[in-house]
């Protein structure tokens, strides 16, 4: 079992930037991929961001791409998501998830979730 926990949402007007951060705990952090997904109001859980174990290697949604960056730290058993020039449309609950593979990132591991409100 791999427990996770978000934090570092709230209100923010366009154009601002939040950082969101997850704490991993459980099992052995750097062996899991890590990932960001999000849901919006009346909309499906959509991706966000994944990083290898290693944080070699990286995916971004193309909505994300340019503004958004992932990062990792294994010492710490943390993971990063640095949200810059925020829209109204990335209002949405942020959760954290967590995966011996990147390509299954969307069926492992889910933590609770950060609500993220983002302000016209």
């Known amino acids: 079992q791999v427990q996770l926990v978000e934090s570092g949402g709230g209100l923010v007007q366009a154009g601002g930037s939040l950082k969101l951060s997850c704490a991993a705990s459980?099992?052995?952090?750097?062996?899991?991929?890590m990932g960001w997904f999000r849901q919006a109001p009346g909309k499906e859980r959509e991706f966000v961001a994944a990083?290898?174990?290693?944080?070699?290697?990286?995916y971004y949604a193309d909505s994300v791409k340019g503004r958004f960056t992932i990062s990792r730290d294994n010492a710490k058993n943390k993971v990063y998501l640095q949200m810059n020039s925020l829209k109204p449309e990335d209002t949405a609950v942020y959760y954290c998830a967590a995966a011996k593979n990147i390509a299954t990132i969307h069926a492992g591991y889910w933590g609770q979730g950060t609500q993220v409100t983002v302000s016209s």
């Open positions: 459980g099992r052995t952090f750097s062996n899991y991929a």
């Open positions: 990083i290898s174990w290693s944080g070699g290697i990286t």
